[in-house]
């Protein structure tokens, strides 16, 4: 059966990538009809977002803070075992239940969860139950998408967001706490305090396999709480998530030019590749799409194609870091190349997870004593190139 209603846009998919886009058009095009479809019962999954402000540009900012459930103005922290250090640069996090009820209350009737797309076209979505929703473009933002085309380690973790019976005593963020055991690859703990006793702690890996064993993750999340001193009085949220590190890969495999859908997002490999973070390229890409519209049917397809392979290209410095990461680095020896790594100027390190890496930062990235076996490093960048 096919629905009475006819959309300027459909969005597919009601993850960050998806909804951003869609508020994009909801402030900048008003007068777009629009359909937000998810598959849950709810937009944004179950996750924790978080970000720099040297992640976002001003002139951008409008678009993230409404979302934005924590900040710390303070900036955040890293440990390991050779130095700790603090950064001034203000760190914000997004929530899932914050980015819901903000994309809801824009979009009203626009969004449509518990609809599960069986099909797309360039102008329609066939839902798994027959509903048929026809658009003048289509827009595919469900994630992940099929990965063998692409040669990938694994950002792999678990948080959990612990209630304690005493305050933690944490001022502010702890973005990479690598004095744990390293374990299944490079291992670092990630703290967000968000209030004097509550505090979200995330047990983390580059690894080069993606299955998460959740109990034995679980138990390391305890063991490490105890090893503060901290009493736990109840565990309130529970999230798990596998980030593909890419560091080579056919894209003209991953994205076919004669596939005719639009994609954004991870479905469009638009991410940091050295460390699977989306939001970045997610306000960029929705802002530029809002820019250049009206981009209808096939041509939307063309555009955001073209926009992905571009960003393909530019991520090759980052896919030979990768590459080094998991080809030149011993899996319990990783850690030493992120320590160096935030030994570095802050605005570098800034720009690096922006993915807007200058040619003095590569440089500087690459140079001095290496941290990695020289014989290594070469056999990892001599290896196939990282397309």
Not at 140 to 146: K, L, N, S, V, Y
Not at 150 to 169: A, D, M, N, S
Not at 320 to 340: Q, S, W
């Amino acid at each position: 059966m096919t629905t009475g209603a006819e959309y300027d846009l459909a969005i597919v998919g009601g993850g960050l990538a998806g909804s951003l886009t869609a508020l994009a058009f909801a402030a900048r095009h008003p007068d777009v009809s629009l359909c937000l479809l998810e598959s849950d019962d709810r937009l944004g999954g179950n996750h924790i977002w978080s970000f720099f402000d040297s992640d976002v540009d001003s002139r951008d900012r409008w678009l993230v803070e409404p979302l934005i459930a924590h900040r710390w103005a303070e900036g955040y922290e890293v440990h390991f075992p050779g130095h700790c250090r603090g950064l001034a640069v203000p760190y914000n996090s997004i929530t899932s239940a914050r980015l819901d009820s903000h994309v809801r209350r824009t979009l009203g009737n626009g969004v449509l969860t518990g609809a599960e797309a069986a099909e797309l076209t360039p102008v329609s979505v066939t839902l798994a139950d027959g509903r048929v929703i026809r658009a003048k473009a289509v827009l595919d933002a469900r994630g992940g998408g099929d990965l063998s085309a692409l040669r990938c380690g694994w950002q792999k973790f678990i948080g959990q967001t612990l209630r304690l019976q005493v305050p933690h005593g944490l001022a502010r963020p702890v973005i990479m706490d690598a004095t744990v055991d390293q374990l299944d690859g490079y291992r670092f703990v990630y703290l967000l305090p968000r209030d004097d006793r509550t505090v979200f702690v995330e047990d983390t890996y580059y690894s080069d396999a993606p299955d998460l064993d959740l109990p034995v993750l679980q138990a390391r999340i305890a063991t490490y709480a105890r090893a503060q001193g901290w009493q736990v009085e109840a565990v309130v949220h529970s999230e798990s998530g596998v980030l593909p590190v890419v560091h080579g890969g056919d894209f003209d495999r991953f994205w076919p030019q004669e596939d005719p859908v639009a994609r954004l997002g991870t479905r469009a490999a638009l991410f940091q590749p050295m460390t699977g973070y989306s939001l970045p390229d997610a306000v960029r890409f929705a802002l530029r799409l809002v820019d250049e519209w009206p981009l209808e049917g096939a041509l939307l397809a063309q555009a955001t194609r073209g926009w992905a392979k571009d960003h393909w290209r530019q991520g090759l410095y980052y896919r030979l870091l990768g590459r080094m990461l998991f080809g030149a680095a011993r899996p319990t020896e990783r850690r030493r190349i992120f320590e160096r790594f935030y030994r570095l100027d802050p605005a570098l390190i800034g720009r690096f997870y922006a993915g807007r890496s200058t040619l003095r930062d590569r440089i500087r990235i690459l140079c001095g004593r290496p941290p990695v076996p020289i014989r290594n490093a070469m056999r990892a960048l001599l290896s196939p190139p990282a397309r």
